[in-house]
């Protein structure tokens, strides 16, 4: 079975595209809901976030989100020391669900899937784009983040021309259904290609 890395900068509407490849079938594990989903139940990576980032990383027995965001996306250091403790076990997660599923291939929907490295992992990768104001303009009314907030968090993934020179497959989400239509063709092609 083959992987296909799907990542894109944040707005840049990968969840979208995810959740279009899932609609025709294909199992979609997103990355970042899994981590999140570890970070709420692993008693290791509790222990260790709170031992990095203090007792306030954690709020009633759950990860408090906005409060790491703000320590992790002005501190580049920091934000790499809570990568290494979360990303092994996602990535040991991974494993685990992929060799639960039956299909030609899967789609995993990473943020960071160039920056880690991961799409060494990955037989194909897909990246989607969007033009930063349209980006912005997604995030402005997605999110309950400031303008600052999210260009901090742009910042620290890195540019859709440097992401080209490693993906695959390019998606342009602009529009829905232009979207849905290259989604479908790369469907018809990774499914015939084996």
Same mark, same amino acid.
């Given at each position: ?14 969840? @979208? ?21 570890? @970070? ?38 920091l ?12 990535a ?27 799409y060494?992992?990955c ?43 490693l ?28």
């Amino acid at each position: 079975m083959r992987i296909i890395g799907l990542t894109g900068g944040i707005g840049s509407g990968k969840t @979208t595209v995810a959740m279009m490849f899932s609609e025709l079938g294909i199992p979609v594990y997103i990355a970042d809901v899994e981590a999140k989903a570890l @970070t709420n139940r692993s008693k290791v990576i509790r222990r260790k976030l709170i031992e990095l980032l203090g007792p306030e990383a954690y709020s009633n027995a759950a990860v408090n989100s906005s409060f790491v965001a703000e320590k992790i996306f002005n501190d580049p250091e920091l934000l790499q020391q809570v990568n290494k403790i979360i990303h092994p076990k996602v990535a040991a997660h991974f494993k685990r669900w992929l060799k639960k599923q039956d299909s030609p291939y899967v789609i995993k929907e990473a943020a960071i899937l160039f920056e880690n490295g991961g799409y060494k992992q990955c037989d194909k990768s897909i990246l989607v784009t969007a033009p930063l104001g349209l980006r912005m303009k997604r995030l402005l009314a997605r999110d309950k983040s400031s303008k600052r907030e999210i260009e901090a968090r742009m910042a620290n993934q890195w540019s859709d021309s440097k992401k080209k020179k490693l993906a695959d497959i390019i998606i342009e989400n602009i529009d829905l259904e232009d979207t849905q239509k290259q989604v479908n063709e790369i469907h018809k092609e990774l499914s015939r290609s084996r």
